[in-house]
């Protein structure tokens, strides 16, 4: 079961003057800049489904599942990002059968988004699968079925915003953890742009007051992508996107006992290889 029901039509400006000042960019390293009217407002423009890494679940086990979302060309959904963005998808309910539990929604990396007047974001298009992982009790049992239901809230945008929900209902088996289901390819798609841990060698990362100095040996292109507790930056949208291996940001409304760097560094090496991402959380209190 798939649906998604459009609940309020939000005015042409209204959706970027919610973007943020801080948003990112990843995937192809491109910047994706609005250019093109959808050809119609008043439907649904992104749907999604609950998807499984698996067959089956295994009793005591955290299994994958993923939010796997089609959206439509033109429109675009938003990434938990800096405050002042759209509201990224959320789930509002979930109906689990008992002892089972989500964790946290696990965010991929982004992308740019420029639209008119240099408005910036960080966003999804066309496609994305957010990860939940799921808490399979000690307690389950073979050959159970588990039920698992959910709905969701987002906003979805082009050069108008408007509200989106969604609900879908899985049934998954309990077994032994099964084999990968045919749906395993697009969570490790969108698992291999999740945030990695800063590098133990080669990267420095300084905060010194207002300014974080980022140095990536042999990096050709680095962008910083702003999480919701980062500081406002300075200069945006041009200012978290340097080419070579150095990037310099200034953080503006804060002094050097305020600043917060929150968000993931985004790493290009310049050798055709896809961009790396890694997490950066420093403030200057620390």
């Known amino acids: 079961m798939m649906q998604a029901l459009l609940t309020v039509a939000i005015a042409g400006g209204l959706g970027l003057a919610m973007s943020g000042a801080c948003g990112w960019e990843g995937w192809t390293g491109s910047q994706s800049e609005q250019s093109e009217q959808p050809a119609s407002k008043d439907r649904p423009h992104a749907t999604f489904r609950i998807i499984a890494e698996n067959t089956e679940l295994a009793p005591g086990k955290t299994e994958m599942l993923g939010l796997q979302f089609k959206i439509e060309p033109h429109w675009h959904l938003y990434y938990n990002g800096a405050p002042g963005s759209g509201n990224p998808p959320q789930i509002e309910q979930a109906k689990l059968p008992p002892g089972y539990s989500l964790g946290p929604i696990q965010w991929p990396a982004p992308k740019r988004y420029v639209a ?94 207002s300014k974080l100095q980022i140095k990536i040996d042999g990096a050709t ?3 910083f992508y702003p999480g919701p507790d980062c500081s406002d930056i300075a200069g945006m949208p041009e200012a978290n996107v340097a080419k070579g291996d150095s ?40």
């Open 116 to 209: 008119v007047g240099g408005i910036y974001d960080s966003v999804y298009e066309n496609e994305v699968t957010l990860l939940v992982p799921l808490n399979v009790p000690s307690t389950a049992q073979a050959g159970d079925s588990a039920t698992i239901s959910l709905k969701l809230g987002w906003l979805e945008c082009s050069d108008v915003c408007v509200f989106g929900k969604g609900e879908d209902t899985k049934v998954i088996k309990v077994g032994t953890g099964g084999q990968r289901s045919a749906d395993a390819a697009s969570i490790d798609r969108f698992r291999a742009l999740l945030p990695q841990p800063w590098p133990a060698s080669g990267a420095q990362l300084v905060l010194n007051g």
């Open 221 to 223: 292109r680095l962008e």
């Open 247 to 286: 990037l310099t940001l200034t953080f503006e409304g804060t002094n050097k006992d305020q600043a917060t760097a929150d968000g993931v560094l985004g790493v290009w090496r310049g050798d055709g290889a896809k961009p790396e991402y890694y997490r950066v959380n420093k403030s200057s209190s620390q």
